[in-house]
């Protein structure tokens, strides 16, 4: 990978990161601006699902920080772009539509087929 490219996926990958930070201090922000407060049990249930499912997808993206920052220190390490389980380079559509994929395709579908059939038994 050239000089540019790593340079356009360290940037996707910055980009990426500040954003989710910027989404988590909107959604704290929210959080702290409007309790919970509806006075019908209902109408309260309903907003603390909400409220639910919005924490849940934090903790995702909270988590997809460390891959992102792993992808951060595999670019300044040299190894971004090969996979970590057969050494082949990691093909540049695959890294624009998930720039923090560590396996090629291929290598990515054997993965998961062993895993689905490490569940099954």
């Not at 910055?14 to 929210?30: F, P, V």
């Not at 792993?70 to 695959?94: M, Q």
């Amino acid at each position: 990978m050239n000089p540019l490219q790593l340079a356009y996926f360290r940037k996707k990958l910055l980009d990426w990161k500040d954003d989710i930070h910027r989404e988590a201090k909107e959604t704290l922000a929210q959080l702290q601006k409007e309790p919970l407060q509806e006075a019908d049990a209902t109408d309260r249930a309903s907003s603390e699902t909400d409220w639910s499912i919005e924490l849940r997808a934090r903790d995702r993206q909270r988590k997809l920080i460390n891959k992102i920052d792993a992808a951060l220190r595999r670019i300044e390490a040299g190894e971004y772009g090969f996979c970590e389980v057969t050494g082949e380079p990691i093909s540049l559509k695959r890294l624009d539509a998930r720039p923090i994929a560590t396996m090629t395709v291929e290598a990515q579908e054997r993965h998961e087929r062993n895993e689905k059939i490490t569940r099954d038994e």
